[in-house]
């Protein structure tokens, strides 16, 4: 029992927070042997393995701007290749507009050509049928001038040379009188 009585005042005199010097010392050198071993071992494979990680994003956003570049000058090619396919499709739509003013002209006047032809032609018609109406007027003035001189002058005036004497001299008189 005495014992028991002496441990406790030599415990008093020991802090309880602080550990005994054997543990302390253990402890330091399991602790400089975890940090030699995570120094030398785990540490490199980490940092290895970061290096790795750190390259393949790298590489990756090298080749990811790579490919937006390549993308940016396939837009930039298309845009100017639409450009001037806008540009080749204005000139064809003038050219046709051009064209087709120079058809437009082409027809109109092929249309005066026809209808100055047409006009012509009904015009001659119209002279061809005039002068075929007054020669068979004037044959039937003729007659019946005749016949109606024989039967006022009571002679027979049958005989065609004298006949055609007398509607002529009739006929340039009434036209003498009409101007």
Do not use: C
Not at 31 to 38: C, E, R, S
Not at 47 to 68: H, M, N, P, S
């Amino acid at each position: 029992m005495i014992s028991r009585i002496i441990a406790p005042a030599a415990e008093a005199a020991h802090n309880p927070l602080l550990p005994a010097p054997a543990d302390l010392t253990w402890s330091a050198v399991v602790f400089v042997i975890l940090l030699a071993f995570f120094w030398f071992r785990v540490l490199p494979n980490f940092k290895k393995t970061l290096d790795q990680r750190t390259e393949a994003i790298e590489g990756r956003l090298e080749a990811a701007e790579k490919a937006q570049a390549e993308a940016a000058a396939k837009t930039a090619n298309i845009e100017a290749a639409q450009a001037a396919a806008r540009a080749e499709a204005s000139q064809i739509r003038e050219e046709a507009r051009a064209e087709a003013a120079a058809i437009g002209a082409e027809i109109k006047e092929a249309a005066r050509l026809d209808a100055e032809r047409y006009t012509a032609a009904a015009k001659s018609q119209i002279e061809a049928e005039t002068q075929a109406a007054l020669v068979a007027l004037r044959a039937e003035v003729g007659s019946l001038a005749i016949d109606l001189a024989s039967s006022v002058v009571g002679e027979s005036l049958k005989n065609d040379k004298l006949a055609a004497n007398v509607v002529d001299s009739f006929l340039s008189e009434l036209e003498t009188k009409k101007k």
